[in-house]
């Protein structure tokens, strides 16, 4: 196979909320570019991308799956990306990787919690997007809502380029705006017709093609010298400026379609590689590092997966190339890795290949400790590139073997749990002894425990979830005076400081200066402070949980010419901080939750009042057509095993969803974890 230049090269990955469709548009591009001769049914079973046999059991995408295909001379590397929360760390660590991406919507229910938590991922990675409104053959499907839903909660500027042909059942095709062409799809039909635009449609079309002309006009300023002088744009103007607002992300250029009945996808993907960027189209990963295929080799590890044939480490390579037996760095880890195999994957299939070249992504098996987020580089020109950051665990369990023979087993198995998925920690509790499997959420810790279960054959014991608390100081001290000294023959101890803590507004969880004057504390120890006092947010004085949302200043301190060191004023400010925070009035905080529950306009009630049973603050209440959407706040503790409650109380017929919220104070105080 002849490898891309570059430029035809891009590097996507597919976001949505669970059930808006993601899952089966990645497998009509599968399908259309001749990948897969087979489309496979998300309900069936059959997706290429939803291998897992949990997957297939559940419905739903649990781990980023990375697929290649080509169209139009270009080859995509794409990967299909989880969208229910509890996995929202698959998708942190995809889109470190990824040049673009497409925002997947439902066109009934458009944005959708989960839909907002992968928008702002991609928006903090810098990644541009296209939007698709999937399902408008839905009953109660609307484009023009579900637009206006992209501008209301997302903030963006949404650019409809596409008018659909019918409606729910009648939905057939759509209207290309800037060439002013219908395309049409039957069913059963290989490809669709390109025709004139329907006389019934063609007014509105017109319209529509105005006021996309005007909105990017508004935009970019050579699309905005051309309206002016022409009163209208160009199509290769409004192409190249779309293009121009969507690397900037001034702009979401918006298609629609209906990815189950196979109608929208290729233009989809024309607009992919219309405007979406090339590896080489995206600022380099750091100022050293181009995205050159000559240049020394630099690649990022993503994602680690243990499998029957062997370890394999996904990798998006930044710039050189990579091949058979040729021997990197793990610059992360600090040892040198020789590269027995490189390889082309598709979901659970791989073909090997002789190399692979800046602007790739693919999957490198021989490195042995490679874990994700670490960069692999020439080792004549280390670099370290920056790993995707990792959530916080917020829900634990503890977990043991029933049979004892198997806890060597089980240990081993989780330590490799928790190499695949750095999101899921594993940890001994010093008081009870027992093993603590610590995770997103109850279904992620769900998921983990099952993949120990079928993939490793062990039975295993599970207890009740539990959360992970926090403690913050609701009023601080001020000039806590710690004297560390210590003699015990020969060179001594000797530290004296003297700190006030507040509480931090916002969501900073720590924060450290120093008001010292005259020299009296030197800067190395000033540092030395603020490492104890970090030393001592581990524990917190109420029952042991980590503390947050503290300020400390160093306000005073004396040395010892001969008896003071960094240990010394290190031991002093973690004893500090300790004892300031037993004089402080604390509070005890708890995870929260934002829910969205939709259940039939009858159950309402019910709901509400099993919502405030559980601690949970309604925030919103919409009723559209039969059906009730209630908005609520509440504690994480209070959510485990509402789902089978919420199917009890509606006959089956609710749905939640979830996403985290951060933290609250907790009424009364929490059992010690």
Not at 142 to 170: H, M, N
Request: aromatic share 4%; glycine share 10%.
């Amino acid at each position: 196979m002849r490898t891309p230049e570059i430029t035809a090269v891009r590097n996507l990955g597919i976001l949505a909320h669970v059930d808006a469709g993601k899952t089966t548009v990645t497998e009509r591009v599968l399908y259309l570019t001749g990948a897969v001769h087979k489309r496979g049914e998300v309900h069936d079973g059959t997706t290429v991308t939803d291998f897992d046999p949990q997957e297939r059991d559940r419905g739903i995408t649990i781990f980023a799956a990375a697929v290649s295909c080509d169209w139009a001379g270009h080859r995509i590397n794409l990967i299909d990306t989880p969208g229910h929360v509890d996995f929202s760390d698959e998708v942190e660590r995809s889109l470190r990787v990824l040049d673009g991406a497409v925002a997947v919507f439902d066109a009934v229910a458009g944005v959708e919690p989960q839909s907002e938590t992968v928008w702002r991922q991609a928006d903090r990675h810098g990644v541009p997007r296209l939007a698709f409104v999937n399902k408008l053959d839905r009953a109660g499907a609307d484009l023009d809502a579900a637009v206006e839903s992209l501008r209301d909660r997302l903030g963006t500027v949404p650019l409809p380029v596409q008018l659909p042909i019918g409606r729910e059942d009648g939905f057939t095709g759509v209207v290309d705006l800037l060439r002013m062409r219908a395309y049409v799809w039957t069913d059963g039909a290989g490809a669709y017709a390109e025709r004139a635009v329907p006389d019934d449609l063609l007014d509105e079309a017109r319209h529509r093609r105005r006021r996309l002309d005007e909105a990017v006009a508004e935009l970019h300023p050579g699309a905005f010298e051309e309206f002016l002088a022409r009163e209208e744009l160009a199509e290769e103007t409004l192409r190249g400026a779309l293009r121009d607002l969507t690397l900037a992300g001034e702009a979401v250029v918006v298609l629609c379609g209906s990815a189950y009945r196979n109608r929208g996808i290729e233009p989809l993907l024309d607009a992919v590689v219309a405007y979406l960027p090339a590896p080489s189209d995206v600022p380099p990963v750091r100022g050293d590092v181009p995205a050159d295929p000559e240049a020394p080799f630099t690649a990022l590890a993503f994602k680690v997966s243990a499998t029957a044939t062997g370890r394999m480490t996904y990798v998006r390579v930044y710039a050189g190339t990579i091949g058979k037996g040729d021997t990197v760095l793990d610059a992360t880890g600090g040892r040198t890795e020789r590269i027995a195999r490189v390889l082309r994957v598709q979901a659970d299939r791989a073909t090997e290949v002789e190399a692979a070249r800046a602007g790739d992504i693919v999957a490198v098996v021989g490195p042995k400790s490679a874990r994700a987020g670490a960069t692999l580089c020439d080792p004549a020109a280390p670099v370290v590139l920056e790993p995707p950051t990792t959530a916080d665990p917020v829900v634990s369990v503890a977990v043991e073997a029933r049979r004892a023979t198997d806890t060597g087993r089980l240990a081993t198995a989780l330590a490799r749990l928790s190499e695949e998925d750095p999101s899921l920690v594993v940890r001994s509790d010093p008081e009870t002894g027992q093993t603590v499997l610590s995770g997103l959420g109850e279904l992620h810790l769900e998921v983990a425990v099952e993949k120990l279960r079928r993939d490793r054959g062990l039975e295993v014991a599970v207890g009740r979830p539990q959360v992970a608390y926090r403690e913050t100081v609701a009023k601080g001290v001020t000039g806590l005076l710690y004297r560390h000294v210590k003699q015990d023959g020969g060179a001594g101890q000797f530290a004296h400081v003297v700190i006030d803590v507040e509480p931090l507004e916002g969501e900073e969880e720590f924060a450290f200066r120093s008001t010292v004057t005259g020299g009296r504390v030197p800067q190395e120890y000033v540092r030395a402070v603020e490492a104890g006092c970090r030393d001592a947010l581990v524990e917190g004085p109420i029952g042991g949980h980590p503390v947050t949302g503290v300020r400390v200043t160093l306000a005073d301190g004396a040395t010892h010419p001969k008896d003071s060191s960094e240990m010394a004023f290190r031991t002093a400010g973690r004893f500090a901080l300790r004892e300031a925070l037993r004089a402080s009035a604390m509070t005890l905080l708890e995870p929260v939750a934002d829910v969205t529950v939709t259940v039939p306009a009858e159950s309402v009630g019910a709901v509400l009042g099993d919502l405030a049973a559980r601690r949970g603050r309604v925030t919103d209440r919409t009723t559209r057509g039969g059906t009730a959407v209630v908005a609520a706040t509440v504690p994480l503790a209070e959510l485990f095993g509402y789902a089978s409650r919420l199917r009890g109380r509606t006959q089956g017929r609710g749905t939640f969803t979830t996403r985290p919220a951060g933290y609250a104070p907790a009424p009364g105080r929490a059992p010690v974890a």
